[in-house]
């Protein structure tokens, strides 16, 4: 499977943005799907992860309440809506999945190790 990251661009401070994963040779149905974003010096962190359609979404602490992850109704692509942008969510933000389905839908993978595709990054910077 190959995912495709787009959406990315300067917004300013509380503004949005939809980011998209389109994924090629395989749906992503039943298959989790997560964000991940990094800057430079730091490790890549988690922001979202939705395991399947109708199972858990899960966010990161920080991102809580302004993301919102979704899939389309084919299982192809996966988006993450970003509202309220803040200065620190500037980043290369990044899309996976995994190898395997979502057997315990209850499941939050939110470990980069949890995760055996990715996409290229996307960048955003938000400006102040």
């Known amino acids: 499977v190959q995912l495709q990251a787009s959406g990315g661009g300067l917004v300013q401070a509380g503004g949005s943005l939809r980011l998209s994963c389109a994924a090629s040779?395989?749906?992503?149905?039943?298959?989790?799907v997560g964000w991940f974003r990094e800057t430079p010096g730091k490790e890549r962190e988690f922001v979202a992860v939705n395991n399947r359609r109708g199972g858990s979404t899960c966010y990161a602490e920080s991102v809580k309440g302004r993301f919102t992850i979704s899939r389309d109704s084919a299982e192809k692509i996966v988006y993450l809506q970003m509202n309220n942008l803040k200065p620190e969510d500037t980043a290369s933000y990044y899309c996976?999945?995994?190898?395997?389905?979502?057997?315990?839908?209850?499941?939050?993978?939110?470990?980069?190790?949890?995760?055996?595709?990715w996409g290229q990054g996307t960048e955003v910077t938000v400006s102040s």
């Open positions: 996976a999945t995994r190898a395997s389905r979502t057997v315990l839908t209850s499941a939050c993978y939110n470990n980069l190790e949890q995760f055996t595709y």
């Open positions: 040779g395989r749906t992503l149905n039943s298959y989790p």
